[in-house]
T-cell receptor
């Protein structure tokens, strides 16, 4: 079974600084998807960024970017120019590839990010 | 589109009572997932459906839990009888077929069993 590990239960960052959240995963598959979700106090799950395993180029969404190391099974999230609104729980998630359908997400335990003004 | 709708948003009940959580997926989505979030276990899959048919219910903790999807626009997750350890946030998510389609989450139901 696939597993996702987030080794940092809590992180903090100064406003306007950069922070990197770590994630490793375990799978025997070659095709899959990886995601970072944000969960603010409202508890709504918000997709931040996603990466297809077959793509070598790291995904970027505005201030959010990933460092995807397929061989190392590592998928870290970098948040640049941190803002107060970035404070939340961040979950790394894995999803198996299924061309004609869809599959469940497997989540890490999360990293709570605090942003200090 | 209204997004995934869950009801109730909060539920407080006493041990032994029956609890029913409801989910309305986004129109046109043919996959529906139920996830549970607890402090101890994090976010975990309970069950998911494709075209109203349960595909994998291996995450359902025990026989006290049951889920149904009678049609494409409605699903229920029932706990009978409820126990304090069932206290959690229950999320419903939906998506379309196709490997790269995003799962859209509902707001969740916070269940407290006293």
């Amino acid at each position: 079974a696939q597993t996702v590990t987030q080794s940092q239960p809590e992180m903090s960052v100064q406003e306007a600084e950069t922070v990197t959240l770590s994630c490793t995963y375990d799978t025997s598959e070659s095709d899959y998807y990886l995601f970072w979700y944000k969960q603010p106090p409202s508890r709504q799950m918000i997709l931040v960024i996603r990466q297809e395993a077959y793509k070598q180029q790291n995904a970027t969404e505005n201030r959010f970017s990933v460092n995807f190391q397929k061989a190392a099974k590592s998928f870290s999230l970098k948040i640049s120019d941190s803002q107060l609104g970035d404070a939340a729980m961040y979950f790394c998630a894995y999803r198996a590839f299924f061309n004609s359908g869809n599959t469940p997400l497997v989540f890490g335990k999360g990293t709570r990010l605090s942003v200090i003004a | 589109d209204a997004g995934v709708i869950q009801s109730p948003r909060h539920e407080v009940t006493e041990m032994g009572q029956e609890v029913t959580l409801r989910c309305k997926p986004i129109s046109g989505h043919d996959y529906l997932f139920w996830y549970r979030q607890t402090m101890m276990r994090g976010l975990e899959l309970l069950i998911y459906f494709n075209n109203n048919v349960p595909i994998d219910d291996s995450g359902m903790p025990e026989d006290r839990f049951s889920a149904k999807m009678p049609n494409a626009s409605f699903s229920t997750l029932k706990i009978q009888p409820s126990e304090p350890r069932d206290s959690a946030v229950y999320f419903c998510a939906s998506t379309r077929s196709g490997g790269d389609n995003e799962q859209f989450f509902g707001p969740g139901t916070r269940l407290t069993v006293l």
